[in-house]
């Protein structure tokens, strides 16, 4: 691994963004065409830019582990892209680049931890070479080739080899060259700098002398791109040789026109060292995409703009003179290509924790427009300007809250295109045929919100799998398709968001519930007494598990019960539904966001408190005379047909000066999934927006979310209002 300092590094996080955004697009590319049987023309010259750009900005970033895998396959693909591959070799391939996908993102994930990466990868080399050697019709041993340092073959043989690759790669499209280094030129660049340093070595600078300065001129290879981030990178090596005095272009890390300066003439600097010319070449060519030093007198001045072209060779200098009079003589044409490229750009890639506190701003701009609005030193004055002014910045809060909310908002596709490699491997491994059949994928949550589903939906899918889906004899016996089908679906229900996973499976059995239960004491209550639904809100009891023996995808009893609490977490619900023989369905009921949510609010003794709209069905007026009670004296009351219980806030809260008659005060009937209950409350006071905050860490030790709180908020008084958990509510009391 890179021994540089990337502690809040932005070339780092653009690294990893890239990096596991390619990885993410690799697999959906191989998934798609396995399941095609199909790896089409352009699919393959994907792969060889996935696999070229991540190489060169391993080697950039010096991750050389990262880089040489990467450029292993980099390689099988160049050839696949020639000669083609032929159909016995097709499973193993894909056997064998989503086996490097996953070694990649392992070392990616390590980088994130800040941890060691590995050191080589030899065995996964040997795969891919061995591959490769079978296809090009050679039996050499591979496990051989890969035990060998890179740079092993005799320099005469590499040399050749490098001219013929780009010779060839000279004869690519366009379409590749003119964006990328090819992998024949990146190939000679690395056998090059390795000759180079070879034939002489470097010596490290004398630190008790000053040593002798001299002025360089380096040209990067054409069309390398990021020439500021390369000279950067150079710079750094140079300063631990000796001393970089100065460069033109300066501040080439922050410098926007760095880039184009050098790509066009060229980087210069000023470097004091004892080393001799010779060393400084060598070290200087070592670097990545380095393809020519020149020593001048001196640095180029920046009054002097000319200067830098004249220090150009003259074959440069042609082609640039014929460069210009060519964008002279068209100057309609690149003046289109100029508006061209600035609207090409319309996406951005923005931090998380930047959106995070654009998202607390705004909501501080909601409150503080609410106490504005709600100023009671404007109670029974008559302001027509200040209400109509008011009106109108309601209206522009509303829309900049909606805007900065879709911006957080992101497609549930990329989730669930995931589960697509965890339904293939397990299918292989259980030999069961699986279809994933994904619907709704352009249904968008919010980001927080799709970081909490993820590790639920990858439980569930699993489940499918090793629980549900039977193998190929069993559906043939149960007379189904013998290959089986997992669906995912997501859809916006008013403000909610339905997830459901649901397979063609063997479905639940309530009978083994039950017996699972009995032998690990869940019950409380007799067994004829539990629903069809208590019996498998069972399967959510921590440690709850159907399989009879630990596997390696499940048994261990860490299964529903995590599930359940992760989707919680969210403020969401899990239903579970189920046809013995037919199949089972499991649903998530998660709100669209956490930060800003609508809510009415009531009145309860001198106290206010919000509950979440989604959670309310209706409010009502009810008399004594409605009123039931159930064997346990609890209070109940019947609405169309179906009973109810009540659940006095005053009481669970412990509160005085309440009212206590049941005409006095007002009914809520709210829900929590597939539970319902009314709320007693004094008065309802108003529907607002509010912004949610989180309880004082010190109050977690009152376990105040178990207890009905989940969050609070500031009214536009500047009082504090507790934000109700329906859920624990219902579950609790």
């Known amino acids: 691994m890179s021994d540089y300092d990337f502690t809040n590094d932005s070339m780092l996080e653009l690294y990893l963004f890239e990096s596991t955004t390619l990885l993410d697009q690799l697999d959906e590319i191989l998934l798609q065409s396995e399941k095609e049987e199909n790896l089409s023309t352009e699919n393959v010259n994907e792969i ?98 890969a035990a060998k340092p890179a740079g092993s073959k005799p320099a005469a043989e590499k040399k050749a080899s490098s001219k013929k690759k780009a010779e060839k790669a000279a004869q690519e499209p366009a379409e590749i060259s003119a964006t990328e280094i090819t992998a024949a030129e990146s190939a000679a660049s690395y056998e090059t700098s390795a000759e180079s340093t070879a034939s002489e070595p470097v010596s490290a600078a004398d630190p008790s002398g000053d040593g002798k300065t001299f002025y360089l001129h380096i040209r990067f290879t054409e069309d390398c791109q990021m020439e500021n981030i390369r000279a950067y990178m150079l710079v750094n090596k140079l300063d631990t040789l000796g001393q970089v005095l100065e460069t033109i272009p300066d501040e080439l890390s922050t ?10 003439s060229g980087f210069f600097c000023s470097f004091q060292t004892n080393m001799t010319a010779g060393e400084i070449e060598a070290a200087a060519k070592g670097t990545l995409s380095v393809s020519k030093v020149d020593f001048i007198s001196g640095l180029p001045k920046d009054t002097d703009k000319k200067e830098p072209e004249a220090s150009m060779p003259e074959e440069e200098q042609k082609k640039t003179g014929a460069v210009a009079k060519n964008n002279l003589n068209d100057s309609d044409s690149s003046s289109d290509a100029g508006k061209a490229k600035s609207g090409k750009q319309n996406l951005i890639n923005v931090d998380l924790n930047k959106l995070d506190t654009l998202m607390d701003l705004v ?13 009671a030193d404007l109670a029974g004055l008559e302001l027509d300007s200040f209400n109509k002014a008011a009106r ?64 639920p939906l990858m439980h569930l899918v699993r489940n499918a799998m090793d629980h549900a889906i039977e193998d190929k004899a069993g559906r043939i016996a149960a007379k189904k398709d013998p290959v089986g089908q997992i669906i ?111 809510s009415m609010e009531i009145k309860v003794g001198g106290n206010v408190y919000a509950v979440p709209i989604t959670n309310i069905r209706e409010s009502f007026k009810a008399t004594t005379k409605q009123l039931l009670k159930d064997p346990d004296n609890n209070e109940m009351i019947m609405i169309r047909g179906v009973c109810y219980p009540i659940i006095r806030l005053h009481k669970i809260f412990h509160l005085e000066d309440t009212l206590t008659k049941i005409e006095d005060g007002i009914l809520l009937l709210v829900d929590s999934g597939d539970q319902l209950a009314c709320l007693f409350a004094d008065e309802l006071v108003g529907k607002h927006q509010v912004v949610v905050k989180p309880l004082p860490v010190y109050l977690s030790r009152y376990s105040a979310k178990g207890k009905g709180i989940a969050g609070c908020t500031i009214l536009g008084d500047g009082s504090i209002s507790l934000i109700l958990d329906v859920q624990s509510i219902i579950n609790r009391y």
Do not use: C, W
């Not at 892209?81 to 070799?89: A, Q």
């Open 48 to 145: 060889f830019r996935i696999m070229h750009t991540i190489k060169g900005s391993s080697a950039m970033m010096e991750f050389d582990t990262i880089s040489h895998v990467s450029h292993k396959l980099e390689d099988l693909f160049y050839v696949i892209r020639e000669n083609g591959i032929d159909d016995n070799y097709f499973n193993e391939l894909f056997d064998v680049v989503l086996k490097v996908s996953d070694f990649l993102k392992e070392e990616v994930e390590k980088i994130q931890q800040n941890q060691k990466l590995s050191t080589e990868n030899e065995d996964l080399i040997g795969e891919i070479l061995d591959l490769l050697d079978k296809m090009n019709g050679q039996s050499s041993d591979s496990k051989a080739k």
């Open 255 to 264: 410098n926007p026109e760095a880039s184009e300066i050098i790509s066009h």
């Open 363 to 375: 909501g501080e701009i909601v409150i503080t427009e609410s106490m504005v609005s709600g100023n």
């Open 392 to 455: 109108q910045l309601r209206k522009l809060t509303d829309e900049l809250q909606d805007i900065v909310m879709s911006i957080r908002m992101v497609p549930i596709a990329a989730t669930f295109q995931k589960m697509r490699r965890i339904v293939r491997d397990m299918g292989k491994k259980l030999s069961k045929e699986v279809d994933l059949i994904v619907m709704g994928e352009t249904t968008e949550v919010d980001k927080t919100i799709i970081d909490g589903i993820a590790d």
């Open 488 to 598: 995912l679906s997501a859809q916006n229900v008013g403000g909610d968001i339905i997830i459901s996973v649901s397979d063609d499976g063997k479905g639940l059995d309530t009978e083994m519930i039950l017996a699972k239960a009995r032998e690990k004491n869940l019950l409380t209550k007799p067994e004829n007494e539990y629903t069809e639904k208590e019996i498998f809100n069972l399967l959510t009891a921590p440690g709850f598990s159907t399989k009879e023996a630990v596997t390696e995808f499940s048994g261990r009893g860490v299964g529903m019960d995590v599930v359940k609490k992760n989707i919680e977490k969210i403020g969401g619900t899990v239903t579970i539904e189920s046809v013995k023989g037919s199949g089972t369905n499991i649903f998530f009921k998660i709100p669209l966001t956490l930060a800003i949510i609508s």
